[in-house]
Structure formats: C-alpha cells, structure tokens
C-alpha cells in the first residue's frame, strides 16, 4: 500500500465510522472554494477556461496532481450542459512541503485549477447554462480534513467574441501562462543501482539558472522524493542527480513525465526516455564503481578496508587502550578472549548505529557522508572531553570499573568487559574521520542500496575492524608470551595516555575550524572543569578505598561534572571567522582556490588541468595526504610545470555541493582526489593514499595533449 493511500486512510478513519465519508465532509472548512470563468460570456466552438479557486487557511494545503509521499490531489466531478465537454485540470507548479521523513507537493494561500470547457457550436446564443461540479480535496496542516464542495458557474452563450472578467480573467490568464508547458526539450535518462540522472537540454532551458532547479515527477514512484536532488548546468541544460523510486524495482520505466522548474519560476513538461544524454546536457556520465559492484564484492572491500583500517592513525590511540589492557592479563587466555569478544561486540553495535543515523539523515534530505558525526561543533567538543577523560584515566587520575586498591586484580572482571566493550564502540567513533583504501567505493554502493543491503556492508567493515584484536584475543600462544602483571604495568599504562591527549588536541584543532573563539574558549572551560571533576572523584576513589565516607567529596566531582556538560551545550558554536571568504589558501606553494563545479568548468574551458582536493579538517587521512604528497616540492613543480590549479572542497562544515559532488563519483566520504584533464571531460580519480609521485604522474597524464598519452 501507497504511503499516501495509507496515511489517507487512516485520515478519513473517524469520518467512516460517521458513515460521512466524502459526502459532507467534517470539521472546519480551511478551504474557500469558488467556480470563475476568464470570459463572461462562451461562444458557440470556442473553449473557455473555467477555474476552481482555493483560498486557503494559512498554515495548511492542498496537494498537486502528484501529491508526494503522502496526500491526494484536488478531483473535480463535472455536470455539464449537452454537448459541454470539460478536460483535465491545468495544474500549476507546486510547492515543496516537506514534512517530517516525508516530501509532499501542493498549494498555500491561493490557488487557481483552470480547466478547459468546449462550448458546442450548436450552443444557443442567449441562454445562461450553469456549469457544476463537486470538488474533492484533502486539506491538510499538522492534520488532514478532507473536504468537499459543490461549485457552481451561470455562463450566458453570447454570439460574439466573450470579453474578459475583469476580475477572473487576468488572474487565470496568468496562471495558465506560469503553468508548466511542453517545449523544445531533449530528456533522457540512466538509472545505475538506486541512482538516477535525467539529462534536460534545449534552447527553453537557456539563461535559467541551473542552481534550485528541481524536478516534480508526475509518478510518485519515479523517485524517491524525501531524498535530495542536485543539478549540474550544461551549455545548454542541466543533468539532474536524484535517488530512484519503488518504480525501478520492477525495471526501468519506458518514460518518466514530470515538471522541471527554475530558480527563477519557469517551469517545463519533460518526457525522459532510457538513453544517452542529449548534447550540452552535461552528460549523465559513466555508471560509478559502487554502483556495479554489488553486495558480495562490496562487503569484501568494506572487511578489507575495515582491517586495514586498523592502521590509520586516528585508531592508533584509541587501540593502545587495548593494548594496556592486554598486558595486564599476563598469560591468562579467558579473560582476554571475553574482552576480545566484547570489543567486537561495541565496534559491530556502533558501526550499526552510526550506519542507521546515517542512512536515516540521508532518508531526511541531509546532505551528510560518512564523518558526519564530527560535521557539528558540538559533537566534536563532546568528543574531546571524552577522549580527555579516557587519558585523565588513563594517568590514574581517577579509575573506571574498579576501586583504587586491587586494579591489577580486577582488570578480567566484568568492568573490564564494559571497558572494552566501550573501547570499541569509542574506537569507531574515532575512526569514523579516517577512509582506508576500499571503504570508498563500498560505504558509496551502501547508501544507494536498501536499508538490508545498507546495514549489511556495514557489518562487514566492522567485522574487518574487529578482526585484528579479536583474533589476537584467540591466540594463547601469543598471550602466554606477554609477562606477568607488575609495576611496569602501571608505567606502561600512563605512557599510553599521552596518545590519548594528543587526539583530544586534534579534536580541538578540528573545533578550532569549525567554529568562533567565543566557542573554542566555552569548550576549553569545559575541559578544565571536566579535569577538575576526575580529580575530585579520584580523591573520593580513594577515600572509599581507606574506609571512610565521600558524600561531600562526590558531590563536588558531580557538580563539575555537570558544570562541564552544561558550558558545552550551551555555547553558541557560531560559525569561524572568515568562513567562506574567497581568499586563497597556500599548499606547497600553490595558491589553492575553493572548489565549486563552475569553476572547475571554466578552468577546464580555459585549457588548464585542475587536481580537486575534497578533504576536511576531521580527516586525519587527508591531513596526512597534504603532507606527505601535496605539500612536497615534487608536487609543487608538477603544478608549475603542467600549469595546473589546486581546488580545495572543505568538508569540515556541511556543505550540500560536496556532498553531491562526491556522490556523483559514488562517494561518501573524504579523502577525494580527482584530476580533470583540459578542455572537459570526466575526472580521473586518484588513490585515497597519496604520494607526491601519484599527483605529478597524475598532473603530467591530464596536461599531455589528446593522443599522445605514454609519450
């Protein structure tokens, strides 16, 4: 069943058990509705437009010829004299209303619904004809009313041209000029996975902005219509990027009908049919790798990439918890095999959870990716005052899961297990900023699948994760060769703390990016209080260790506790100083300009190469690729040599246009390097792991003329 047809049911429920139905409707009537006519009078073989006018209520709507996920749209039933024939309504352009999960199309405030009416030629000059009809609609606000009316219309037929209601006529006059008309477009489309692009060109499209075009399908399963549509302008039409509907399940459709509408109000019949893109479209380009992958190889690269993932950087602090933990249980298998599982437990639940919020932002319409977490000023606060508590710990500040007497004694007790379980979880929460090689294309063929397949990749990375640790866990013999607990322990464990400071002052540099110093100064006061709070609560520890009471104590530890959440959830988080200024920034010499796609077009016309550089200041893999490959002077001479320009996509904030652009190479996630070549073309795309060898190969490779490649 139909959303809509449900939600509509459901809707019309109280009124059914009324026995009312449509008949009379119920309730308040939020809607005015009135028949007009553009002319006073018809003439015998003309057509006279007729519209139902809706008034309505503020704060509610009425729907469009497609309603969108949920609603019904307006029905006129017509009784006309003999030989009257009425057609379909000429329906205007809707607006979005987005409710919720949901994307709904229709009316606010005004509206007009002319319909064409053919006047017979025998008609009787000098007779009034009334025209009726009963008008169904649903109204609708933060609930629905279903509503009806009878509408009536006294029409004179008069032997002469009909002049113009002076009121009604322009009115209609306009709304059938806005309204959406056929015109000399060329459609096609391609559909790839759950991905559709339809390619629009013609000389109606020219000198209408691309940016805020959108597409209204006439199908409500032509696309998945909650979620995002994005458009890239041709030179002479635009390429539309959306998410693909229940309508694709059954294969590709023969057509897809609907409206474009610009920017600027003008709006288009188009019929797409499957097929190559027209010219000056902007091409639908090739079908991405995620894309054609399918599930089997995509959650093999998703093991592969969780595993190697275990080598990035931003883990390592997060695992040498683990590996403190390990060494206190000094030969002893069952303990470390229950923490091995456990872990393995907090990774698998956490990559399911950030997974299901993802998937669930995207459903939203949020342009999000994989990191998203670390996109919001506060999350990332949030996430360096645990990381510092994590390390406060660590240093025997204060102790988790155990008194300050007998730690060695309990590390195997069930606080271990939650300790590691935790780790895990915190382990994911931190590796989210970094994308090893082959988690790319698969996290990309994830998101364009069902929720199943989705969450199923997602499985695979975090059991590629886990692996590493958990199979160390298994292996007695190399447990049984860590030596036994002793002092060297308690060193051990405070030296592996500094690791975890050193990521609380990345997250604060990433907060440093984000976000004003009137922000970055609160979170620094929360730090300070949340240090505060460890301290107390390790004096309490260990009052209650020597046997008398810590009331006072613990309470003072709650105090600043509750001090430091409460300074970093009310700062204000307001955006960085200078935040998109245009001033370039400087990278190996280069002067790197922001991205956006109309740059990278012109500087293609021109006839320059152009490396773009999607990062953000939460990747820790991209801050380690501008170091190690772009910020070196063999890249800087590549750059020189080739005439190339350096775009930078910052990803640290949201940003709705990298989160299409990197989408469309079936991404979702930074790192992203891609080299265009002069003169257009679709983009090379270069390794998550860069080397400063890769970018002059790959700036060499795009700069050499057509031809002569190998040369």
């Not at 669930?360 to 996430?383: I, K, N, Y």
């Not at 709650?558 to 245009?582: E, K, S, W």
Request: charged share 10%; net charge neutral; hydrophobic share 50%.
């Amino acid at each position: 069943m139909r959303l809509s047809s449900l939600v509509f049911a459901l809707t019309l429920g109280l009124a059914s058990l009324s026995g009312g139905a449509w008949a009379q409707g119920f309730g308040p009537q939020h809607v005015q509705t009135q028949l007009v006519a553009e002319t006073r009078g018809a003439t015998p073989g003309s057509t006279v437009y007729v519209a139902l006018v809706q008034k309505i209520d503020a704060g509610w709507h009425t729907y469009w010829r497609n309603p969108g996920d949920a609603g019904e749209a307006t029905t006129l039933a017509w009784t006309l004299p003999g030989g009257w024939r009425a057609g379909d309504i000429v329906w205007p352009a809707p607006k979005r209303l987005p409710l919720g999960p949901l994307m709904n199309y229709g009316y606010e405030g005004q509206v007009l619904l002319p319909v064409p009416i053919e006047i017979p030629a025998d008609a009787k000059p000098g007779h009034l004809e009334r025209l009726t009809a009963k008008a169904q609609l649903l109204v609708c606000a933060d609930v629905c009313v279903p509503q009806d009316a009878d509408v009536a219309l006294d029409l004179p037929v008069v032997a002469g041209a009909a002049t113009a209601d002076p009121v009604w006529g322009p009115a209609i006059a306009k709304t059938l000029a806005d309204a959406p008309k056929a015109a000399d477009i060329a459609a096609a489309y391609q559909s790839t996975g759950g991905s559709l692009k339809i390619a629009l060109a013609g000389a109606a499209l020219a000198g209408h902005p691309a940016a805020g075009a959108y597409f209204y399908p006439y199908d409500a399963e032509t696309l998945d219509q909650a979620k995002p549509q994005a458009i890239d302008r041709g030179d002479s039409g635009f390429t539309l990027a959306a998410s693909a509907g229940a309508a694709f399940q059954k294969g590709p459709p023969a057509e897809i009908q609907g409206v474009i509408e610009t920017a600027d109000g003008a709006a288009f019949e188009v019929t797409a049919k499957p097929g190559p893109p027209p010219p000056g479209s902007g091409g639908l380009g090739a079908p991405s790798e995620p894309a054609k992958m399918g599930l089997a190889v995509a959650a093999l690269f998703a093991f592969l990439g969780g595993i190697i993932l275990n080598l990035m950087p931003c883990v390592f602090p997060i695992l040498s918890m683990k590996a403190a933990a390990f060494a206190g249980h000094g030969g002893e298998t069952m303990g470390a095999r229950e923490q091995g599982l456990a872990f393995a437990g907090g990774v698998l639940a956490s990559f399911l959870a950030l997974a299901g919020l993802l998937m669930a932002a995207r459903a939203a319409g949020q342009a999000v990716g994989w990191g998203f977490e670390l996109q919001s000023p506060m999350v990332t606060g949030a996430l360096a005052l645990v990381i510092l508590a994590a390390a406060l710990n660590l240093s025997g500040l204060f102790e988790v899961g155990a008194s300050a007497q007998g730690l060695g004694a309990k590390l195997a007790s069930r606080g271990g297990i939650v300790g590691a379980a935790f780790t895990g979880a915190l382990a994911v929460v931190v590796a989210a900023p970094c994308t090893a090689p082959f988690m790319g294309p698969a996290l990309g063929f994830a998101l364009t699948q069902s929720p199943a397949t989705g969450l199923a990749v997602f499985a695979a990375l975090a059991v590629g994760f886990a692996l590493p640790f958990t199979a160390l866990a298994f292996t007695p013999a190399l447990i049984r060769r860590l030596p036994r607990p002793g002092p060297w322990m308690d060193v051990l464990r405070k030296g592996l703390a500094f690791p975890m400071y050193g990521t609380a002052a990345w997250l604060v540099w990433v907060l440093g990016a984000q976000t004003d110093r009137t922000s970055l100064a609160a979170v620094f006061a929360a730090a300070v209080a949340l240090a505060f709070a460890a301290w107390i609560w390790g004096a309490a520890q260990r009052r209650v260790a020597s046997g008398r009471r810590a009331w006072v104590v613990s309470g003072l530890a709650a105090l600043a506790l509750f001090a430091a959440v409460a300074v970093l959830v009310v700062a204000p988080y307001g955006p960085p100083p200078q935040q998109g200024a245009a001033a370039a920034e400087t990278v190996a010499g280069i002067a790197a300009e922001p991205w956006s796609a109309e740059k990278v077009a012109a500087l293609q016309a021109q006839g320059k190469p152009v490396l773009v550089d999607f990062t953000a200041a939460w990747c820790v893999t991209c801050q380690v690729n501008e170091q190690v490959a772009l910020n070196t002077g063999e890249a800087a001479q590549a750059f020189k040599r080739t005439g190339a320009v350096l775009l930078k996509a910052d990803w640290t904030n949201r940003d709705a246009a990298i989160a299409k652009a990197l989408a469309d190479q079936g991404r979702v996630g930074v790192p992203l390097y891609l080299v265009y070549a002069p003169g257009g073309g679709a983009p090379k795309v270069l390794p998550q792991l860069l080397t400063s060898g890769i970018v002059a190969e790959a700036l060499d490779d795009a700069a050499r003329p057509l031809g002569s490649a190998g040369k």
